[in-house]
């Protein structure tokens, strides 16, 4: 879902648009741990069980793969970077409200070129998903958390 939400707000061509669901659905199957990514259901129980499975093994090995994976199904153009028209679409496949992405984009564009490149995109996203700082200027990853 949150594939075609991204491809109707960029307007995508069919072709982007499977690219896009490839990538996301890779993501899925990664948390789903060898589960049936064609049922798109997975009970809270084993989805917790295989999360916390994942995160105490080979999640920290493979974090940075889902990380560059999720830089790519952004990278909509696929020129390298996430513009701020990509970072939105995003916040909006996600359904998180788009006008929350203007301070995470910031955040995460370290070098103030107006775009996100892999680099400050992975080490943003690795230090959210990873580090313990409450403190860190990347707990905004995915806008403001309730708390």
């Known amino acids: 879902m949150t594939a075609h939400r991204v491809a109707d707000y960029m307007n995508l061509d069919d072709k982007s648009t499977q690219e896009l669901l490839r990538s996301r659905l890779k993501i899925w199957e990664g948390i789903i ?67 929350h992405s203007a301070a995470v984009f910031e955040a995460f564009d370290t070098d103030r070129d107006g775009l996100i490149s892999r680099e400050e995109f992975v080490q943003g996203a690795v230090d959210f998903t990873l580090s313990e700082d409450e403190n860190s200027p990347y707990n905004c990853f995915l806008g403001p958390l309730v708390k």
């Open 33 to 99: 741990q060898g589960g049936d990514p064609d049922d798109f259901k997975v009970s809270e129980k084993v989805y917790f069980s295989h999360l916390l499975a994942t995160l105490n093994t080979e999640f920290r090995e493979a974090v940075v793969g889902f990380v560059n994976n999720d830089f790519d199904s952004m990278d909509l153009d696929g020129d390298g970077f996430i513009s701020p028209k990509e970072h939105r679409a995003f916040f909006y496949g996600f359904g998180i409200p788009t006008e």
